[in-house]
Nanobody
Framework: QVDLVESGGGLVQAGGSLRLSCAASGRTFSSYPMGWFRQAPGKEREFVAAISWSGENTYYEDSVKGRFTISRDNAKNTVYLQMNSLKPEDTAVYYC??????????????????????WGQGTQVTVSS
């Protein structure tokens, strides 16, 4: 079990940038792949980005490729989501999550919510047009 706290959300104009952070507690953070998901009003929670425990492998949902970058600092127990060229359709609550499987290096499919066992409380991102 990993406790997660997101921060960095807010209101930004279209074309702007935000950097989300997710601080994790516990000594085992560095062994867990991490992910970012988002949920817009009336929609299901969807995958945004994921990173392997080592940071060697990253995965992105197609609509954010080239605009968002996921990274991690295991020394600081923190995972980041840099979001550039934001669009109104990026508006959602963004959640950080830790994979259920430690040391997973690869996803053979696009990560799904069922792959992750620990979740943060979420941070609101609103992009105005």
């Amino acid at each position: 079990q990993v406790d997660l706290v997101e921060s960095g959300g807010g209101l930004v104009q279209a074309g702007g940038s935000l950097r989300l952070s997710c601080a994790a507690s516990g000594r085992t953070f560095s062994s867990y792949p991490m992910g970012w998901f988002r949920q817009a009003p009336g929609k299901e929670r969807e995958f945004v980005a994921a990173i392997s425990w080592s940071g060697e492998n990253t995965y992105y949902e197609d609509s954010v490729k080239g605009r968002f970058t996921i990274s991690r600092d295991n020394a600081k127990n923190t995972v980041y989501l840099q979001m550039n060229s934001l669009k109104p359709e990026d508006t959602a609550v963004y959640y950080c999550a830790a994979d259920k499987i430690r040391w997973r290096q690869y996803y053979i499919h696009s990560p799904i919510t069922g792959d992750f066992g620990s979740w943060g409380q979420g941070t609101q991102v609103t992009v105005s047009s």
